[in-house]
């Protein structure tokens, strides 16, 4: 079983930045793969980006966020971060993480089996 918390949402003017964070508990965190995922009313739960268990250049972005957002981890935390910088109101979500067991990360949220409660951002223009 993983537990997992985000935090760092909150309300941010088009153009800034937000910095979200996951903490993991109940399974060796440098085992598994964590992506973000993101879901906005109406919408799918959309991928966002995820960083392998090894981290550095293992990490994949969705489109969308591709050189605004920036995925990490550290291990010896147990936490994993997203950075978000050059917002958009279509940012706008609850954010969650996510753990895979594999290790190596992926794009689809069906190979992700703990999920966290979700934080919300919201962008304003």
């Known amino acids: 079983q993983v537990q997992l918390v985000e935090s760092g949402g909150g309300l941010v003017q088009s153009g800034g930045s937000l910095r979200l964070s996951c903490v993991a508990s109940?399974?060796?965190?440098?085992?598994?793969?964590i992506a973000w995922f993101r879901q906005s009313p109406g919408r799918e739960r959309e991928f966002v980006a995820a960083?392998?268990?090894?981290?550095?250049?293992?990490?994949y972005y969705a489109d969308s966020v591709k050189g605004r957002f920036t995925i990490s981890r550290d291990n010896a935390k147990s936490t994993a971060y997203l950075q978000m910088n050059s917002l958009k109101p279509e940012d706008t979500a609850i954010y969650y993480c996510?753990?895979?067991?594999?290790?190596?990360?992926?794009?689809?949220?069906?190979?992700?089996?703990?999920w966290g409660q979700g934080t919300q951002v919201t962008v304003s223009s």
């Open positions: 960083i392998s268990w090894s981290g550095g250049t293992s990490t």
């Open positions: 109940g399974r060796t965190f440098s085992n598994y793969a």
């Open positions: 996510a753990t895979e067991g594999s290790g190596l990360g992926s794009k689809n949220k069906q190979d992700y089996d703990y």
